[in-house]
T-cell receptor, first 116, second 113 residues
Framework: NAGVTQTPKFQVLKTGQSMTLQCAQDMNHEYMSWYRQDPGMGLRLIHYSVGAGITDQGEVPNGYNVSRSTTEDFPLRLLSAAPSQTSVYFC???????????????FGSGTRLTVV | LAKTTQPISMDSYEGQEVNITCSHNNIATNDYITWYQQFPSQGPRFIIQGYKTKVTNEVASLFIPADRKSSTLSLPRVSLSDTAVYYCLVGDPYTGTASKLTFGTGTRLQVTL
């Protein structure tokens, strides 16, 4: 059981370049989210999804796009990379239990992105 | 979403019990309290979740008083491997707020010999 898989683990981009951070989960979770974590800071929500075909913006969505065409995958696209987007990006997934209670998210190991 | 306040950092010696308190004065009726642990260079890991009174699992205990305006994560007999950042989150796990967790800066626990 792989859990939440993020690729790549490390990436260096030049300002203005675009790229897609991949996130896949094999737990059939409904909820998926993307966070960024800057040095010494907590995690900030970028975008989230409550199911295939449904996405919404989080706290810091500018400069990022997402789509959720399948339950398993939730890619994050950087449209035109900027140095301010240098951060560690975490993908997470979760699902309510039979009573509708969501007991916690499973996080991926992160993608460390540097924009120069 | 209820705002949480927790100490920025704590220090402990190995073998001691550590209690980390989180304040959440505007917690809503349907909100649960959830704690995550994050090691350096890793994603957060779910530790424990509760609504009221006391919850215990193999990792920690969570104490929630009757007014639910605060909660305390208790780590028994910590070891060096418990050095991490601990986050307290408050939200309704039954609704869409569960899909958008809000993390603060957490409490950085340093365990030494």
């Amino acid at each position: 059981n792989a859990g939440v898989t993020q690729t790549p683990k490390f990436q260096v981009l030049k300002t203005g370049q675009s790229m897609t951070l991949q996130c896949a989960q094999d737990m059939n979770h409904e909820y998926m989210s993307w966070y960024r974590q800057d040095p010494g800071m907590g995690l900030r929500l970028i975008h989230y999804s409550v199911g295939a075909g449904i996405t919404d913006q989080g706290e810091v969505p500018n400069g990022y796009n997402v789509s959720r065409s399948t339950t398993e995958d939730f890619p994050l696209r950087l449209l035109s990379a900027a140095p301010s987007q240098t951060s560690v990006y975490f993908c997470a997934s979760s699902s309510p239990d039979g009573q509708g209670v969501n007991y916690g998210y499973t996080f991926g190991s992160g993608t460390r992105l540097t924009v120069v | 979403l209820a705002k949480t306040t927790q100490p920025i950092s704590m220090d402990s010696y190995e073998g001691q019990e550590v209690n980390i308190t989180c304040s959440h004065n505007n917690i809503a009726t349907n909100d649960y309290i959830t704690w995550y642990q994050q090691f350096p260079s890793q994603g957060p890991r779910f530790i424990i979740q509760g609504y009221k009174t006391k919850v215990t699992n193999e990792v920690a205990s969570l104490f929630i008083p009757a007014d639910r305006k605060s909660s305390t994560l208790s780590l028994p007999r910590v070891s060096l491997s418990d050095t991490a950042v601990y986050y307290c989150l408050v939200g309704d796990p039954y609704t869409g707020t569960a899909s958008k967790l809000t993390f603060g800066t957490g409490t950085r626990l340093q365990v030494t010999l």
